[in-house]
């Protein structure tokens, strides 16, 4: 079982940023992908950036590549999100996820991941 809380959410101007992290529970932590993904009012759970277990290898959505960062520490059991010239469109509650089947890959879909958090919302104002 792994318990996964988000901190770093809060309001931040269009071209801001901000940084998310994630702290993991659980001795297994290095041996699962981490993602995060976000979901707006009214919309779908949505794939914003993923990380394999050993951090080899990093996805994300088309939406902020060139803006964000994801990022693991596994000695501390910690994954990252760096947010930068943050957009209004941005505006979501975050959450983070562990697949602990990913085998060294990355999913990209909110059904193959096994733990949640209980999400930090990031809003952007115009």
């Known amino acids: 079982q792994v318990q996964l809380v988000e901190s770093g959410g809060g309001l931040v101007q269009t071209g801001g940023s901000l940084r998310l992290s994630c702290a993991a529970s659980?001795?297994?932590?290095?041996?699962?992908?981490m993602a995060w993904f976000r979901q707006a009012p009214g919309k779908d759970r949505d794939f914003v950036a993923g990380?394999?277990?050993?951090?080899?290898?990093?996805y994300y959505a088309d939406s902020v590549k060139g803006r964000f960062t994801i990022s693991r520490n596994n000695a501390k059991n910690t994954v990252s999100l760096q947010m930068n010239s943050l957009k209004p469109e941005d505006t979501a509650v975050y959450y983070c996820?562990?697949?602990?089947?990913?085998?060294?890959?990355?999913?990209?879909?909110?059904?193959?991941?096994?733990?949640w958090g209980q999400g930090t919302q990031v809003t952007v104002s115009s």
């Open positions: 996820a562990a697949d602990r089947t990913a085998w060294g890959n990355v999913a990209l879909m909110s059904d193959d991941y096994d733990y």
């Open positions: 659980g001795r297994t932590f290095a041996n699962y992908a």
């Open positions: 990380i394999n277990w050993g951090g080899a290898r990093t």
